[in-house]
């Protein structure tokens, strides 16, 4: 099993900036993606951006040129900074990870889930 755990959220005036982390742990677990989804009241969870082992990205219209996703695969860790927050960022923020999982004859794809961590961007 993949443990993933989120941090960082919080309240924040518009124009702020916050900070998000996720960190992934299992055994014999090789993750090839990591990235943020958030979900407003309401509506449906929607992608904001994903980075893979190699580094590659990817991002959602609505965080381009604010948003900004990093990994460090040493420590198993995405990070979403969030500039330039507006009042329609406010939802909860989640953690996606997807890798494989190396079994001893066998290998088996995984896609796991952080709790959610709230973002409120109001004054």
């Known amino acids: 099993q993949v443990q993933v755990v989120e941090s960082g959220g919080g309240l924040v005036q518009p124009g702020g900036s916050l900070r998000l982390s996720c960190a992934a742990s299992?055994?014999?677990?090789?993750?090839?993606?990591m990235g943020w989804y958030r979900q407003a009241p309401g509506k449906q969870r929607e992608l904001v951006a994903t980075i893979t082992s190699e580094g590659s990205t990817t991002y959602a219209d609505s965080g381009k040129g604010r948003f900004t996703i990093s990994r460090d695969n040493a420590k198993n860790t995405v990070y979403l900074q969030m500039n330039s927050l507006k009042p329609e960022d406010t939802a909860v923020y989640y953690c996606?990870?997807?890798?494989?999982?190396?079994?001893?004859?066998?290998?088996?794809?995984?896609?796991?889930w952080g709790q959610g961590t709230q973002v409120t961007v109001s004054s």
């Open positions: 299992g055994n014999n677990f090789n993750i090839y993606s």
């Open positions: 996606n990870v997807e890798g494989v999982h190396v079994l001893r004859w066998s290998t088996r794809t995984g896609d796991y």
